[in-house]
T-cell receptor, first 112, second 115 residues
């Protein structure tokens, strides 16, 4: 059974700092890995999707890496802004289960 | 392009009552998902439809939960009778099809509180 863990559970940083969020998964037989953002009272928004054959994806100030063999992914946020404050969820699509399995998320607060 | 719509946004009921949630996916999306997100946890898939057929309902508590997607468009999720542990946010998502390369688009969710 696929299990996804995210560390840390919560993080508070001052504006302008670069930060890294971590995600690990137990079953390396994945099709892809996605990072989502969830704002309070709202649904999830997909930020980046990394296929199993890829090593990283970039979108603006966000960069996600994938090391499938070790079961790890990181989300790097450069020059953080207060608008980045949200919960960030990692999810893997596992072939055997044919569905997304989510981590518990990292709650990020960027302070002025 | 309109996103995934859900209603109601909030619902408070007492245990043993019944409740229903509605979802309207993005036009043209064949696959529809219902997730349950308990506070402090990630979303957990309850049921997945491809058009009006069920693809996966392995984690749906079928003694109290039911879902349907008539005509392969809108969907309803029902809980009867509700328990305290059903308090959660119920998220609906849709995608073009159930291929793993397709992005899932999520609605705002329905927040359920069972007293």
């Amino acid at each position: 059974k696929q299990e996804v863990t995210q560390i840390p559970a919560a993080l508070s940083v001052p504006e302008g700092e670069n930060l890294v969020l971590n995600c690990s998964f137990t079953d390396s037989a994945i099709y892809n890995l996605q990072w989502f953002r969830q704002d309070p009272g709202k649904g999830l928004t997909s930020l980046l999707l990394i296929q199993s054959s890829q090593r990283e994806q970039t979108s603006g100030r966000l960069n996600a890496s994938l090391d499938k063999s070790s079961g790890r992914s990181t989300l790097y946020i450069a020059a953080s802004q207060p608008g980045d404050s949200a919960t960030y969820l990692c999810a893997v699509y596992t072939g055997t289960a044919s569905k997304l399995t989510f981590g518990t998320g990292t709650r990020l607060q960027v302070t002025l | 392009e309109a996103g995934v719509a859900q209603s109601p946004r909030y619902k408070i009921i007492e245990k043993r009552q019944s409740v229903a949630f509605w979802c309207n996916p993005i036009s043209g999306h064949a696959t529809l998902y219902w997730y349950q997100q308990i506070l402090g946890q990630g979303p957990k898939l309850l049921i997945q439809f491809q058009n009006n057929g069920v693809v996966d309902d392995s984690q749906l508590p079928k003694d109290r939960f039911s879902a349907e997607r008539l005509k392969g468009v809108d969907s309803t999720l029902k809980i009867q009778p509700a328990k305290l542990e059903d308090s959660a946010v119920y998220l609906c998502a849709s995608s073009l099809d159930h291929s793993p390369v397709e992005t899932q688009y999520f609605g705002p969710g329905t927040r359920l509180l069972v007293l």
